[in-house]
């Protein structure tokens, strides 16, 4: 697919998604998008567990009950590890959402959906819950978690505010 | 360009760059596709200001003294807001830099070539300075600037650990 139709045809899916198996050279694709993503100094601080056991997928969505969780062929868990690699700044936030959006893309040029889940992990303990199911180490963060299936339902664009509110040439305007 | 083309050939650059201008058509189509990223809630905290006077080129070249910068045709300038838009939690980090890939993926397919400098604009004040030239409200913060022109060096990919060392299914391996 061309790199502009997806970037275009990128949408967050919060539908069901079909039956069909996904295959792991795919899995393995999409998530090698991740790992071409650019990260701060070169540091590579985010890592991944792609599930696609069925009894772990379940695991995951008895925790997470959620349409897209529980109806997922394939969770994509994206784990973030925390350390200054310049200036005592760590880039874990910025590294783990390049690789997000590498693989967003991907699996959009691939004709899968996903959606971003984030802040759910935040609350309830549901990032923890995940990490010691997936026997990630107590220093790293599940910080993302990417369903990816077939969709079984449109795919629709969220409305978006057009370019004249959001970029200008040479001076910032104030529209406030 | 195919999107997984651009994945693979995207790479941070800090060579310099040819005379050639930047259209405004490519700076808008580039700016575009980082407007059409995900965004937490879809609040689009990401602003941008594409600086391609030469005049303001130079005066963020002599906050900012490095090569890129200063062969830059252009510099887009990326700006988050941060503020809660979910259970108290800013996603403002992850929009922009959601936002950035995308931006660097639709540089690549057309061609051009850009480094992502974040750290070291919080050092020295250089965002506050920056900030204040473009006119960037007090209320926002400069978090990423990306040098934007045709290379006149070799694009070259920095080395990156393999799948095996940063993905694995169903479990995850502690390699330490």
């Known amino acids: 697919m061309d790199l502009f139709t997806a970037i275009e045809q990128r949408h967050c899916y919060r539908g069901g998604f079909t039956p069909d198996l996904i295959p792991r050279d795919h899995l393995r694709q999409i998530v090698q998008a991740g790992l071409q993503a650019p990260s701060g100094c070169n540091a590579q601080t985010t890592t991944f567990v ?12 008895a925790i997470l009950d959620r349409k897209p969780v529980r109806e997922a062929r394939a969770l994509i868990v ?4 925390h350390r200054p690699v310049y200036n005592g ?3 874990a936030v910025e590294d783990c959402a390049a690789a997000v959006e590498n693989i967003l893309l991907a ?7 996903s959606v971003w889940l984030d802040g759910v992990l935040r609350v309830n303990d549901h990032a923890r819950k995940i ?3 997936l026997g990630v180490p107590e220093t790293r963060e599940v910080r ?3 369903p ?3 969709p079984s339902e449109p795919v629709t664009a969220r409305e978006k505010l057009p370019f004249e509110k959001r970029a ?3 001076q910032y305007e104030n529209l406030t």
Do not use: Q
């Open 50 to 61: 792609i599930v696609d056991d069925p009894a772990r997928l379940a695991e995951i969505a």
């Open 78 to 81: 994206c784990i973030a590890e």
């Open 89 to 91: 700044l760590s880039f």
């Open 107 to 113: 699996l959009t040029g691939l004709g899968y959906a």
């Open 131 to 133: 990490r010691k199911i």
């Open 144 to 146: 993302i978690l990417l």
């Open 148 to 150: 990816v299936g077939r």
């Open 168 to 170: 200008w040439f040479n």
